[in-house]
T-cell receptor
Framework: EDQVTQSPEALRLQEGESSSLNCSYT??????LFWYRQDPGKGPEFLFT???AGEEKEKERLKATLTKKESFLHITAPKPEDSATYLC??????????FGPGTRLSVLP | NAGVMQNPRHLVRRRGQEARLRCSPM?????VYWYRQLPEEGLKFMVY????????ESGMPKERFSAEFPKEGPSILRIQQVVRGDSAAYFC???????????FGQGTRLTVV
């Protein structure tokens, strides 16, 4: 069975304090790994797709990396507006997206 | 290019009534996914559809729940004889090929009273 875990469950950072979020996965036949951001009361917002180990994607202060067993979302010099829940999902041969429980990020000014 | 549209945004039903949730995918997207999210919990997969076909309904309860994605019109998630435990946010997502990232709507928040 495909599984996704994320750590930490919650993270509090000071503005400008860089850190990383982890997504570990067990899947047979990975087709893609996806990162989303979700604000309270809203739908997940698509951030990145990663397809193969060694791949990296960047967007503003966010950088996603992928290995054969996990992915990291690096946040450089975060701002309060980066506060959200960050979700990781994998898509395997079954084609549906399996989501992790998310990491709640709070960035304090 | 409008995003994924879900309606209604909020739906209140009494126990035993039916709930119909609608999802219009992004233009050009033929793959639709439905997820349920309880407060402080992750997204739980329910059903994956392509036009006129159910591809995977392994996450959907066998009774009272059904989904369709007709050739014309939106995808519909139908919950019959709702119970309090059905109260949740229901999200729809669509993708063009099924292997790219899926784009989500803003959800329908169902409250059963």
């Amino acid at each position: 069975e495909d599984q996704v875990t994320q750590s930490p469950e919650a993270l509090r950072l000071q503005e400008g304090e860089s850190s990383s979020l982890n997504c570990s996965y067990t899947v047979s036949g990975l087709r893609g790994l996806f990162w989303y951001r979700q604000d309270p009361g809203k739908g997940p917002e698509f951030l990145f797709t990663l397809y193969s180990a060694g791949e990296e994607k960047e967007k503003e202060r966010l950088k996603a990396t992928l290995t054969k067993k996990e992915s990291f979302l690096h946040i450089t010099a975060p701002k309060p507006e980066d506060s959200a829940t960050y979700l990781c999902a994998v898509q395997a041969n079954g084609q549906n997206f399996v989501f992790g429980p998310g990491t709640r990020l709070s960035v304090l000014p | 290019n409008a995003g994924v549209m879900q309606n209604p945004r909020h739906l209140v039903r009494r126990r035993g009534q039916e709930a119909r949730l609608r999802c219009s995918p992004m233009k050009g997207h033929s793959h639709v996914y439905w997820y349920r999210q309880l407060p402080e919990e992750g997204l739980k997969f329910m059903v994956y559809l392509q036009k006129e076909n159910i591809i995977d309904e392994s996450g959907m309860p066998k009774e009272r729940f059904s989904a369709e994605f007709p050739k014309e019109g939106p995808s519909i998630l139908r919950i019959q004889q709702v119970v309090r435990g059905d109260s949740a946010a229901y999200f729809c997502a669509s993708s063009p090929w099924g292997v790219e990232g899926a784009f989500f709507g803003q959800g329908t928040r169902l409250t059963v009273v």
